[in-house]
């Protein structure tokens, strides 16, 4: 167990809709990271977080957005989804910032299913 | 800019025999160099990290890597594998200093059969 909390950990939803994927870090990290996975584009970096403020942005969408929030939990919010959508999507966390000196710990996913 | 290619995307190997995964990268700065893996329906785990030092690093399950920075390449191997080291290896490069962004490569599967 990593002490990274997804959820949900499955969800089914249509083309158009929006649905926000909830995660909460180990307790003491300070750094939140969301990544993609999917069979053709393997694992992408979305966007980072430290501390409530974002630190770094990767492949994500301007349908996709995303916070930290004070009590450090992250939310992914995915709007005007599109079939392409479908992937699973990671929540890690780390105690600072940097990704080399602070292993990232990765929850066990949201499988997201666009209809 | 910061890529990693992993040229197998599947191993089959069977049980106590030896595996290398292959992973070269490219960064226009220092490196530092990560496997993880990924066991089915979970999150991936760190496996074991290059920052810098010894170029031979041993990490957990009785994996180990090598950095060799003239062939840009960490490959990781086991000397001999279990049925239970079936899962999928990332390999990942990370920029350092300003660079937080961590980049993996597409993943080899390692299949163990008895």
């Known amino acids: 167990d990593s002490g990274v909390t997804q959820t949900p950990k499955h969800l089914i939803t249509a083309t158009g809709q929006r649905v926000t994927l909830r995660c909460s870090p180990r307790s003491g990290d300070l750094s939140v990271y969301w990544y993609q996975q999917s069979l053709d584009q393997g694992l992408q970096f979305l966007i980072q977080?430290?501390?409530?403020?974002?630190?770094a942005k990767g492949n994500i969408l301007e349908r996709f957005s995303a916070q930290q929030f004070p009590d450090l939990h992250s939310e992914l919010n995915l709007s005007s989804l599109e079939l392409g959508d479908s992937a699973l999507y990671f929540c890690?966390?780390?105690?600072?910032?940097?990704?080399?000196?602070?292993?990232?710990?990765f929850g066990n996913g949201t499988r997201l299913t666009v209809t | 800019a910061q890529s990693v290619t992993q040229l197998d995307s599947q191993v089959p190997v069977f049980e106590e025999a030896p595996v290398e995964l292959r992973c070269n990268y490219s960064s226009s700065v220092s490196v530092y160099l990560f496997w993880y893996v990924q066991y089915p329906n979970q999150g991936l785990q760190l496996l074991l990290k290059?920052?810098?030092?010894?170029?031979l690093v041993k990490g957990i399950n009785g994996f180990e890597a090598e950095f060799n920075k003239s062939q840009t390449s960490f490959h990781l191997r086991k000397p001999s594998v279990h049925i239970s080291d079936t899962a999928e290896y990332f390999c990942?490069?990370?920029?350092?200093?300003?660079?937080?962004?961590?980049?993996f490569g597409k993943g080899t599967l390692l299949t163990v059969n008895p």
């Open positions: 977080y430290y501390n409530g403020e974002e630190r």
């Open positions: 290059y920052l810098s030092g010894s170029t």
């Open positions: 990942a490069v990370s920029g350092g200093g300003s660079n937080y962004k961590l980049t």
């Open positions: 890690a966390s780390s105690v600072r910032g940097d990704t080399y000196n602070s292993p990232l710990h």
